[in-house]
């Protein structure tokens, strides 16, 4: 009796596992009739997964275009279709799968849990949906040895493990990984849309960790010209075992934590010990010095205006801090483009310096170049610091601080007549324009004291 009901199970399971397969097939069938003109799909196994209800693929290759997927397995569970919202998938498991187009992206194992992709846009099949992937949603994500490549902007990435929960528009999410690098061939890659006349110097820069949360996973990771600009974005960011290179200096960092919200935004950033790799242009610099950025931006409610306030303290040296007004702030949300920057405004500005050791140190490696005493290269400088001030009355308080800075702050301030439009600083900033309109280097205009 025990012997029949194994064979009756036995060539159950085989007519179930034929049945499944036959499915399989018709579904594959499908899909490649739904195909737009051009595209191919091809594999070289399929075996359907029973218990999961779901299928497994080997050696898969997808075209469309310049567009190609290829994955050496691939295993999909439990997709259920649901007319007209897309499908829903509990799960997919991917490996050794690499992306090419007009961006790149490889990654040697892709684990997604509860993933909703939405109804093609336009029916131009597979390729249009992947390459926005703003519109779909999961539950959670990891993904092994991720790179790729940004296509036309020269920018790539790299992170050992990626993992992120709870993604999809409008969805408060949560992220982290581990071993990231990120470089452009130029820093002008790194400009909004339309910006023009940056100098193209190389960047690049690396985490030992990273994580963070967000009140809209999507908008962080893949940001688009026509999410809601009143659905603003908030969350927070920490990274530890930082290094940041551009050009030829390079500078490391501790940890960098940052938050935002709808009307503020702060950022500190530790170097308990600032190298760098090569001596920057100040030759006196804080080579194993402790220091740290801090830089706060806040929005008033219902206002184009904001305040920025950027802080440098290496205590060794010395403390500033930029304060700066700007007006005409483009709408939160709104895609930022060199058009909404230009559009901005500053109303004025304040530096202050509170000098610890600086001024002495600059002081002694000239003498030392220039053969002199630290005293008498400190004298001639005053000297013709106050033959240039005599001239230029808005820095009338410079020699003075510069003869006696111990316990001292010198503040400079700018204050225009009418708000100047940021695309103008550059060209309005410059030696030869300062000289050829020198009020703008008047009281009040720009004045100074030290406190």
Known sequence: MTGLILLVVVLGGFGIHHEANAELQRAISRFRAALPPGAQFSYTDAAPRILARGAAFSNIHYAQGNFTLDAQSLTINNPIDTPPHGMHISRIHAQHLTLSGPATLQASDIRISRLDVPSSINGQGLASDIIQPARIRFDKAVFRDLSGQGGQSGCSYAVSQLAIDHYGRQ???????????????????????????????????????????????????????????????????????????????????????????????????????LRFDEAPLIPLAA?????????????????????????????????????????????????????????????????????????????????????????????????????????????????????????????????????????????????????????????????????
């Not at 969805?171 to 581990?178: I, L, N, P």
């Not at 204050?415 to 410059?430: D, E, I, K, N």
């Open 171 to 273: 969805q408060e999410g949560h992220y982290a990984f581990d071993h990231a690098t990120f470089g452009c061939s130029a820093v002008s890659a790194l400009m909004p849309e339309g910006a023009a006349g940056q100098s193209p110097r190389a960047f690049s820069s690396s985490f030992a960790r990273g994580e963070g949360h967000s009140s809209d996973l999507a908008a962080v990771f893949t940001p688009t010209e026509n999410m809601s600009a009143s659905a603003v974005v908030t969350g927070d960011t920490t990274l530890s075992g930082i290094r940041i290179v551009s050009g030829r200096h390079a500078a490391t960092a501790s940890d960098m934590a940052e938050r935002h919200d709808a009307g503020h935004f702060h950022l500190t950033l530790n170097a308990p010990s």
């Open 287 to 451: 080579q194993g010095e402790p220091a740290r950025v801090i830089i706060d931006a806040e929005r008033p409610p219902n206002t184009d205006t904001m305040r920025v306030v950027e802080t440098l303290d290496i205590p060794a040296l010395a403390a500033t801090t930029l304060t700066l007004q700007f007006d005409r702030i483009p709408t939160p949300g709104a895609k930022m483009t060199a058009e909404t920057l230009s559009a901005m405004r500053l109303i004025d500005t304040t530096f202050t310096y509170r000098d610890s050791s600086l001024i002495n140190r600059f002081f002694q490696d000239q003498a030392q170049r220039h053969q002199m005493t630290p005293d008498q290269y400190r004298n001639q400088a005053i000297t013709t610091l106050n033959v240039v001030t005599s001239a230029i009355p808005g820095l009338h308080d410079v020699p003075q601080y510069v003869s006696s800075p111990d316990g001292h702050t010198l503040e400079i301030s700018f204050h225009p007549t009418s708000p100047l439009p940021v695309a103008q600083l550059a060209t309005l900033l410059t030696p030869a324009n300062l000289m050829a309109h020198p009020e703008l280097l008047q009281p009040p205009i720009m004045t100074t004291r030290v406190r």
